[in-house]
């Protein structure tokens, strides 16, 4: 049986990358999906990509950055769908590249608004509605640089770094009442988050693999489904890498 059958789940960053890789696997496992991006256009291939493959999902418009939206978001998919089950809290933008005494003030305020408050207001609006319905699991993206620093990327290396401490202490709050919560710590992804990249640049990352090569989002999307699925049942509080080996050295 499809591991997250009658289910109704939230992804947020829907419109590309790893979100919509995301979207599409939980609607292939049953679920029903509310996909959100500030990316209406691609947020609605997701939708016609899930609902090709004979899947149910909608599109919600959220700018994750607006604690309103959030909490219209998680409004939506009760309104939508009838309950919620399931979050992965995945948008997010690469931010500024400069060493810390040169980052812009604004890039730095804007990276924690998208990848580290949104979590929290996204978390704050769907913890209550999980609990309605006795319970719910939550996956929140970090990244390898939740875990380890990253030269010129101040800002999300903090913001990552914040989501893993988030979701560990959400866990903790929230685990005996039925919501898991976990993060995934991606190592570096092909999507177009990376995209513009020069050949120096990508070699570079790939030799920070030692499995000899990035990731593609189908591969954390599995990950994603079985942390949100029963499989995963007894892991809560857990900062997952899926990272080809990047943080082993
Ligand atoms: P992507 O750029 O393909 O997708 C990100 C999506 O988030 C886009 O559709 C974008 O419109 C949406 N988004 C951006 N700002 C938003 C906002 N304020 N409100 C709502 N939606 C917004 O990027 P990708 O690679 O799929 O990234 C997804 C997540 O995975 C991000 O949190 C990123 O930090 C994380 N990640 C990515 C890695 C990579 O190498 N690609 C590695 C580790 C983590």
């Keep these: 049986m ?3 059958s009658g289910k109704v789940a939230v992804v947020t ?5 790893i979100g919509r890789e995301v979207a ?3 609607a292939r496992e049953g679920a029903a999906v509310l996909v ?3 990316n209406e256009a691609g947020g609605r291939e997701t939708v016609a990509a899930i609902a090709a493959a004979k899947g149910r999902a909608s599109f919600f418009r959220a700018d994750v950055s607006r604690t309103a939206e959030c909490a ?3 409004d939506e998919a009760v309104r939508t ?3 919620l089950d399931v979050a992965c809290n995945n948008a997010g933008i690469g931010g500024a590249i400069a060493p810390v005494a040169e980052q812009p003030i604004e890039a730095w305020d804007r990276i924690i608004a998208v990848n580290l408050s949104s979590v929290f207001y ?3 609006a769907q913890i209550p509605r999980m609990l309605e319905r006795g319970g719910g699991a939550i996956v929140n993206m970090a990244s390898i640089l939740g875990a380890v620093g990253f030269p010129g990327s101040a800002g999300y290396v903090a913001a990552k770094h914040g989501v893993v401490g988030l979701t560990r202490t959400a866990a903790l709050e929230y685990s005996v009442q039925g919501v898991r919560v976990n993060a995934v710590g991606p190592g570096f992804i092909e999507t177009p988050l990376l995209a513009g990249m020069d050949a120096a640049a990508r070699a570079g990352l790939v030799a920070l693999h030692p499995i000899g090569r990035l990731g593609r989002p189908q591969e954390v999307a599995e990950l994603v489904v079985w942390l949100s699925s029963p499989a995963s049942s ?5 900062y997952v890498p899926i990272d080809g080996g990047y943080l082993a050295r």
Aim: proline share 0%; glycine share 18%; charged share 10%.
């Design 2 to 4: 499809a591991s997250l």
């Design 13 to 17: 960053g829907a419109g590309s990358g």
């Design 24 to 26: 599409l696997a939980y």
């Design 36 to 38: 959100s991006d500030v």
């Design 72 to 74: 219209a978001l998680a």
């Design 81 to 83: 769908f009838g309950r």
């Design 122 to 124: 996204c978390m704050r």
């Design 234 to 238: 007894f892991v809560t509080g857990a």
